[in-house]
């Protein structure tokens, strides 16, 4: 399938560094992004005219808690993956499969867990989301053939937070086990997230070194701030989210900045946990970090999408050929006060979602679900496809 966006306003690429593309059309064919230009338009099947309106690389959502299908036992939700993708969320890597009634805690019981997940999710996206799942949940017990198992099996995440270890301290072997099979490791950061948990202090993070620290800025309870600088100077990864603490992720932001640690920021959500189902998390986190700081818009959208992408070897997340064409539109929406859509972030209003392309496909052209309506009209001018977007 051929698909084209026509008539872009701006096109980000999503690369918080370079964020401006010279484009205003951009084809997919077969998937992935085949040329920024308006050449071989007539062989489109689909041709979205944007309006002017703008054009990104889908949000990467790499915190949350999924289960199998749909579904969420944590909030008994169905249908919140579908309703995310409404939000501009068009991919999403998994915290860990902690939500399953009946959890197991024993080896032979995560390994399976991560390798069911990781193989429903293959053949499953809902509307059209890609999910990444299967995040082997380090429990004691785990030993070096284990993770090269699950690996073999196709399992690449692993989460330490949850386990039924003694204290933080004892994921400091599992972790480094997990990085020597080649897992990308990620930890639970700060204080507890639930009853029966324990914290993990700015001092644990550094010691157990993991990939990525996950929800920097508290999931939902943070670190001391004294910390947010010092790993920045590590090669950790510094993943902000929605369900933490608004201050410290833009403590945890501008720490990168400082440290040339910013391709290193990434933007998650962390639901649906107890904060709830949050199908404009993303947004909302680049918005409301964006409007009540220095920080740049584009900065924030590039924590959510390219720096994504890269830290997590992804092929989408940027506009550019040959990428996994994952696109979304986006535009100040009707009734604001501003006339673009990164003007309005910066003033903190919700964006307006116009439509969103996965894997190549429009999924919904015109409106979203969950947004305010756009200003500019977005429209699917000339359709040869039997469906309806
Ligand atoms: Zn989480």
């Known amino acids: 399938?051929?698909?084209?966006?026509?008539?872009?306003?701006?096109?980000?690429?999503?690369?918080?560094?370079?964020?401006?593309?010279?484009?205003?059309?951009?084809?997919?064919?077969?998937?992935?992004?085949?040329?920024?230009?308006?050449?071989?338009?007539?062989?489109?099947?689909?041709?979205?005219?944007?309006?002017?309106?703008?054009?990104?690389?889908g949000l990467i959502d790499s915190h949350v808690h999924v289960a199998f299908g749909d579904f969420t036992p944590r909030q008994n939700t169905i249908g919140y993956l579908e309703s995310y993708l409404h939000g501009g969320t068009t991919t999403?890597?998994?915290?860990?499969?902690?939500?399953?009634?009946?959890?197991?805690?024993?080896?032979?019981?995560?390994?399976?867990?991560a390798v069911a997940a990781h193989k429903c999710f293959e053949n499953f996206r809902p509307g059209g989301m890609r999910v990444h799942a299967g995040s082997?949940?380090?429990?004691?017990?785990?030993?070096?053939?284990?993770?090269?198992?699950v690996r073999a099996?196709?399992?690449?995440?692993?989460?330490?937070?949850?386990?039924?270890?003694?204290?933080?301290?004892?994921?400091v072997e599992l972790v480094a086990m997990a990085k020597e099979?080649?897992?990308?490791?990620?930890?639970?950061?700060?204080?507890c997230s639930i009853p029966g948990t324990f914290p993990v202090t700015g001092e644990d993070v550094l010691d157990i070194n993991p990939d990525i620290s996950f929800h920097i800025n508290g999931g939902p309870v943070a670190i001391e701030d004294r910390y947010y600088d010092m790993i920045a100077q590590t090669q950790m990864g510094m993943q902000v989210c929605a369900a933490g603490n608004l201050r410290t992720g833009i403590l945890a932001a501008e720490a990168a900045h400082r440290h040339d640690a910013f391709d290193r920021l990434l933007i998650g959500t962390d639901?649906?946990?107890?904060?709830?189902?949050?199908?404009?998390?993303?947004?909302?986190?680049?918005?409301?970090?964006?409007?009540?700081?220095?920080?740049?818009?584009?900065?924030?959208?590039?924590?959510?999408?390219?720096?994504?992408?890269?830290?997590?070897?992804?092929?989408n997340g940027l506009i550019a050929p040959g990428r996994d064409a994952d696109l979304i539109v986006i535009d100040a929406p009707l009734g604001g006060t501003k006339h673009t859509a990164l003007d309005a972030m910066k003033n903190g209003d919700m964006v307006a979602v116009?439509?969103?392309?996965?894997?190549?496909?429009?999924?919904?052209?015109?409106?979203?679900?969950?947004?305010?309506?756009?200003?500019?009209?977005?429209?699917?001018?000339?359709?040869?496809v039997l469906r309806e977007f």
């Open 1 to 57: 399938m051929r698909t084209a966006i026509t008539n872009i306003g701006a096109v980000l690429s999503g690369d918080w560094r370079d964020p401006f593309l010279d484009a205003d059309t951009v084809v997919t064919a077969d998937g992935l992004i085949e040329s920024l230009g308006a050449d071989n338009l007539d062989s489109c099947d689909v041709v979205i005219d944007a309006g002017g309106a703008t054009v990104a690389p």
């Open 92 to 113: 999403v890597l998994s915290a860990g499969e902690v939500h399953i009634p009946g959890r197991p805690q024993d080896v032979a019981g995560v390994k399976a867990l």
């Open 136 to 149: 082997l949940l380090l429990e004691p017990g785990l030993e070096p053939d284990d993770f090269a198992a």
């Open 153 to 171: 099996d196709g399992v690449w995440l692993t989460k330490a937070g949850f386990g039924a270890v003694d204290s933080a301290k004892d994921y």
């Open 181 to 191: 099979a080649g897992l990308v490791t990620t930890l639970h950061t700060g204080g």
């Open 271 to 315: 639901t649906p946990t107890g904060s709830g189902i949050m199908p404009l998390g993303m947004l909302y986190t680049i918005i409301h970090m964006a409007a009540v700081s220095d920080l740049d818009v584009t900065d924030l959208i590039g924590a959510a999408t390219g720096n994504v992408a890269q830290l997590f070897g992804l092929n």
């Open 354 to 384: 116009g439509a969103v392309i996965t894997d190549g496909v429009p999924r919904f052209v015109g409106r979203s679900r969950n947004t305010p309506p756009t200003t500019r009209q977005v429209q699917v001018a000339r359709s040869s």
